[in-house]
């Protein structure tokens, strides 16, 4: 997929998270005064054998071992996996510009911003609850899903005296406060409260690193780059030769797990978690995954992640809070109608089929989806196709327990501009982050927000 023209502060940005994930430490030098991302230095283990290559990463949860991983998964399944409400947090990277996903036509300066990037009022599908708005014509598969009233949508979110760093900005919505100082994500805090010290599916990050929003104190969370990226190869070892080496291992492995060598039982529980392992995920194999519905097709990761991850919850997998990056780049500083058109369509039909998915797997209702960026693009064109850094951007909350109602409003461009010509914010999006702690997982968001009472809260379920 084409890349804009990204400025310096993303591509540093982007770098930096993921030397941070990656390697918690040895870190490259930041300007003074810039935050760490949350989980910045976070225990990090590979769970990964030689003889059975098990593509998971468990960040945190110092005290797990081989044994109590699989032991607290299947404790939690049991325990209300199959019941339990999943929040898909979806990250839009580089400030998607808001201003051209729902398009104000019906604004007179709209045009006199936008001389080259105005979309023709004949483009796109209208935007039922604001006739001045509508749809950019890559955004259909939204479009449909607000029509069906699964789609509540925030024209202008963002927070009070905004920072238009993609490293601060960022940083802010991933710690769910304005506090440079926040080591922990949102939704690390409230798996802190609410998690279970021996399963880190609760909190699963969608790719090769962890999503700072989901780091812990003291619970694991883990990262995978999808439900078909399991592997169970050894090196040169093919075929039925294979197949029989993974036959023998598994009770070779249950012989010696409760051996009282430590070496020999540590080896036990290895291969013993690895067999295990390679049963519970061989139905989510490449190729393997059987969807009700279709899904795009891309060289993108994000059309089969989704894929996967509906089957994961279909069978009853223990997950919680899930993280994933949408595709495309939105830093659209220069040729921007192509960038943002092909990043948007891909998200926008990828997430219509994940909906669809869910319902025709009958647990719709248990998954709500968060769709967010650091922040939206100014209101006036730059003199590259393209535009700059703006403060209150789109977010939209998707699923069928969604209200699916306008939160806020498009503040127009003739009074809704700040001083710097970018769009005022209408909603706070601390204030959506406690209603789906308090509305969606039923638990005190003052625990988890800094100041939490002092945001109101948007009626986001119906």
Same mark, same amino acid.
């Given at each position: 997929?084409p890349r804009?023209c990204?400025?310096?502060d993303?591509?540093r940005t982007?770098l930096?998270?993921r !030397?941070?994930a990656?390697?918690?430490?040895? +870190?490259?030098?930041?300007?003074?005064?810039?935050?760490l991302?949350a989980?910045t230095g976070l225990? &990090?283990?590979?769970?990964l054998? *030689?003889s059975?290559?098990?593509?998971?990463?468990?960040?945190?949860?110092?005290?797990?071992?081989?044994?109590?991983?699989d032991?607290g998964?299947?404790?939690?399944?049991a325990n209300?996996g199959a019941?339990?409400? =999943?929040l898909?947090s979806?990250?839009?990277? /580089?400030?998607?510009?808001?201003?051209s996903?729902?398009?104000?036509?019906g604004?007179p300066?709209?045009t006199?911003?936008r001389?080259?990037? !105005?979309l023709?009022?004949?483009?796109?599908f209208a935007?039922?609850e604001?006739a001045r708005?509508r749809w950019?014509?890559?955004?259909e598969?939204?479009a449909k899903?607000?029509g069906?009233g699964k789609?509540?949508?925030?024209p202008?979110?963002?927070?009070t005296?905004?920072d238009? %760093?993609h490293f601060?900005?960022?940083?802010?919505w991933?710690?769910?406060a304005?506090?440079?100082l926040l080591r922990t994500g949102?939704?690390?805090r409230?798996l802190d409260r609410?998690?279970?010290?021996?399963n880190p599916?609760?909190?699963?990050?969608?790719?090769n690193?962890?999503q700072?929003a989901?780091?812990?104190?003291t619970?694991p969370?883990a990262?995978?780059?999808?439900a078909?990226?399991?592997?169970?190869?050894?090196?040169?070892?093919?075929?039925? =030769?294979?197949?029989r080496m993974?036959?023998?291992?598994?009770?070779l492995?249950?012989?010696?797990?409760?051996?009282n060598?430590?070496a020999?039982r540590y080896?036990?529980?290895?291969?013993s978690q690895a067999?295990?392992? *390679?049963?519970?995920?061989s139905?989510?194999?490449a /190729?393997?995954?059987?969807s009700p519905?279709?899904?795009p097709?891309?060289n993108?990761?994000?059309?089969?992640r989704l894929?996967g991850?509906a089957?994961?919850i279909?069978t009853g997998?223990? +997950?919680?809070? =899930?993280?994933?990056?949408?595709?495309?780049?939105?830093?659209?500083h220069?040729?921007?109608?192509?960038?943002?058109?092909?990043?948007?369509?891909?998200? %926008?039909?990828s997430?219509?089929a994940?909906?669809r $998915?869910? #319902?025709?797997?009958?647990?719709a209702?248990r998954?709500?989806?968060?769709?967010w960026?650091?922040?939206?693009?100014?209101?006036k064109?730059n003199g590259s $196709?393209?535009?700059?850094?703006?403060?209150?951007?789109?977010?939209?909350i998707? /699923?069928? &327990?969604? &209200?699916?109602q306008?939160?806020?409003?498009f503040?127009?461009?003739a009074?809704?501009l700040?001083?710097?010509?970018?769009?005022?914010a209408?909603a706070?999006?601390?204030g959506?982050?406690? !209603?789906?702690?308090?509305q969606?997982? #039923?638990?005190?968001?003052?625990?988890?927000?800094p100041?939490a009472a002092?945001?109101?809260?948007?009626?986001?379920?119906k």
């Open positions: 997929m804009a990204a400025c310096n993303f591509n982007e930096f998270r !030397a941070a990656t390697a918690g430490s040895g +870190l490259p030098a930041i300007e003074p005064g810039m935050p991302p989980g225990n &990090r283990r590979t769970f054998t *030689r059975a290559g098990l593509a998971i990463a468990v960040y945190g949860g110092s005290k797990l071992s081989f044994g109590a991983l032991d998964i299947a404790m939690a399944a209300g019941d339990s409400r =999943v898909v979806v990250f839009l990277d /580089g400030g998607i510009d808001s201003i996903t729902l398009f104000p036509t604004d300066r709209y006199a911003l001389p080259k990037l !105005a023709p009022a004949s483009s796109g935007f039922t604001d708005l950019h014509a890559s955004a598969g939204l899903l607000h069906e789609l509540s949508v925030f202008a979110i963002g927070y005296s905004p238009k %760093s601060t900005s960022r940083h802010y991933e710690v769910g304005n506090d440079p949102w939704l690390g409230f609410t998690g279970r010290a021996n599916l609760q909190g699963l990050s969608l790719e690193r962890l700072p989901l780091a812990t104190a619970m969370v990262s995978m780059d999808g078909d990226r399991y592997s169970f190869e050894a090196p040169r070892v093919t075929g039925q =030769v294979q197949t993974h036959e023998t291992l598994a009770p492995g249950a012989a010696h797990a409760k051996s060598d430590p020999l080896a036990g529980e290895v291969i067999a295990i392992l *390679r049963g519970q995920v139905p989510f194999q /190729g393997a995954i059987k519905v279709t899904y097709t891309s993108d990761s994000f059309p089969r894929q991850l089957a994961m279909a997998l223990p +997950l919680r809070c =899930v993280a994933i990056s949408a595709p495309g780049h939105y830093d659209t220069a040729n921007q109608p192509e960038a943002l058109s092909q990043g948007l369509k891909l998200t %926008s039909d997430l219509l994940f909906q $998915d869910l #319902e025709a797997r009958g647990i209702d998954v709500l989806v968060h769709v960026s650091e922040f939206g693009r100014r209101a064109e $196709d393209g535009t700059d850094h703006g403060a209150a951007g789109v977010g939209f998707l /699923g069928t &327990r969604a &209200r699916g306008m939160v806020g409003e503040p127009g461009l009074n809704g700040d001083k710097e010509g970018n769009l005022k209408t706070d999006f601390r959506l982050y406690a !209603a789906i702690l308090e969606w997982f #039923e638990t005190d968001a003052g625990a988890i927000i100041n002092s945001f109101s809260r948007p009626q986001i379920l």
